[in-house]
Nanobody
Framework: QVQLVESGGGLVQPGGSLTLSCAAS????????IGWFRQAPGKEREGIAS????????IYVESVRGRFTVSRDNAKNTVYLQMNNLKPEDTGVYYC?????????????????WGQGTQVTVAS
């Protein structure tokens, strides 16, 4: 069973950068799709990126496209979310989650395994 652990959150000023890590239990990352989600206070969890381990395709929601980048290091069983030019509206708890290979989706219901989340706060 896939177990995911996020790390790398913190407080950053607007315009700053952070890199989040999503570490999978050894040998479980494989070709699974990894999605990144965030949940702001009082709002629903929203999908922001989805990366297929099968062919490397990544899709981004419009609000983060061009600022956020997903990368994967299979040797380390880790997927990264590089976040640049952060804005206050990027504040929230960020989660990674795993889904079936080749499934690209922003829908939380398509993901079976979730990490515990890491807080990102963008404020001056």
């Amino acid at each position: 069973q896939v177990q995911l652990v996020e790390s790398g959150g913190g407080l950053v000023q607007p315009g700053g950068s952070l890199t989040l890590s999503c570490a999978a239990s050894p040998g479980t990352l494989g070709s699974q799709t990894i999605g990144w989600f965030r949940q702001a206070p009082g709002k629903e969890r929203e999908g922001i990126a989805s990366n297929s381990g099968g062919d490397g395709t990544t899709i981004y929601v419009e609000s983060v496209r061009g600022r956020f980048t997903v990368s994967r290091d299979n040797a380390k069983n880790t997927v990264y979310l590089q976040m640049n030019n952060l804005k206050p509206e990027d504040t929230g708890v960020y989660y990674c989650a795993a889904a079936l290979p080749l499934l690209l989706s922003f829908q939380p219901s398509n993901y079976n395994h979730w990490g515990q989340g890491t807080q990102v706060t963008v404020a001056s």
